[in-house]
């Protein structure tokens, strides 16, 4: 603690949780919710999640580095406690690992997060290994990693089939050996998931996985239950919250239709206000 604040995260301390408590993440993509969520957890990410959940869009793919720069900038300028990681958006890391030591230095000099998580296991572990040596904290996103949507034919479960456990497996392995500090495990069989969290040295975290991952992450809007049209069944909601738009805006437009809104607290006045703050 610090006057009387929890420490800051950094990347040693969330990488030493291997192990320990169950490491806290969710996604953020704007200010007030960064706010809102930074004293309640280890990491913020901002996922390329945001493609879906803020712009609508039917997947990841479209993605682009300047988006996930601008809410970047917005989500660690607002977190002065937890870790904040950017995502790197498909086709801005990997085509070498040059491309994508390009795209993440542009990320953390112009949001000020501490890491970037990128997709990939085998093929992306010399990139990894190159950002790395480099002083770019990489986290790492196996299993099901939605920017191969379009290989996969759709989002469901991976490693089903044994063949494809063992090379999930392997690219875990890979990513942690080439310094990936934590590694996303998604969209898993739980049997998987735990085996890869007891073999790699690094905290795994986990969304559709396995309680017995280091930690676990979540799509904030869905913990939320801001999304009602669809809900991954790996969510648990936390709350109601597109109930509780939907009753906020129609107790609104209510009181907008009988002139009940706005009240004579919320007009300006010609005399000037003694107490209140308005003028
Ligand atoms: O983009 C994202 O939100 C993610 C998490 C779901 C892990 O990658």
């Known amino acids: 603690m610090t006057n009387g604040r929890p420490k800051r995260m950094t990347v040693p301390r969330l990488r030493a949780a291997k192990g320990g408590d169950p490491l806290v993440c969710l996604t953020a993509y704007t200010a007030p919710i960064a706010r809102l969520l930074d004293p309640l957890v ?37 977190a002065d406690r937890a870790l904040v990681v950017v995502d790197l958006p498909f086709g801005s890391y990997e085509a070498s690992p040059q491309q994508a030591f390009h795209s993440a230095a542009r990320v953390l000099a112009e949001t000020g997060a501490a890491a970037v998580k990128l997709e990939g296991g085998v093929a992306m572990a010399e990139t990894i290994a190159f950002l790395s040596a480099r002083g770019i904290p990489v986290v790492g996103h196996v ?9 996969f034919g759709g989002f469901g479960a991976r490693g089903r089939a044994p063949e494809e456990a063992r090379r999930i497996a392997a690219d875990a392995d890979a990513v942690a050996a080439a310094g990936a ?3 996303v495990v998604e969209g898993t069989i739980e049997t998987l998931a735990e085996e ?3 073999r790699v040295a690094v905290p795994t975290i986990g969304i559709g996985a396995s309680p017995r991952c280091d930690g676990q992450i979540l799509v904030t809007d869905d913990l939320l239950g801001l999304i009602p049209e669809f809900t991954p069944p790996f969510v648990r909601k936390y709350a109601d919250l597109a109930g509780t738009v939907r009753a906020a805006a129609e107790a609104y437009g209510e ?25």
């Not at 299993?143 to 290989?151: E, I, K, L, R, S």
């Open 196 to 198: 890869i969290t007891e």
């Open 42 to 78: 280890d990491m913020l990410l901002v996922g390329d999640s945001v493609g879906m959940v803020v712009y609508g869009m039917p997947d990841t793919v479209a993605v682009d580095l300047e988006t996930m720069i601008r809410h970047g900038r917005a989500v660690a300028g607002a």
């Open 143 to 151: 299993g099901m990693t939605p920017q191969a949507v379009n290989m």
């Open 255 to 279: 009181d907008v239709r009988n002139r009940r809104f706005p009240g004579p607290d919320h007009v300006y006045k010609a005399e000037v206000r003694k107490t209140g703050g308005k003028t």
């Open 181 to 183: 500090f934590a590694i």
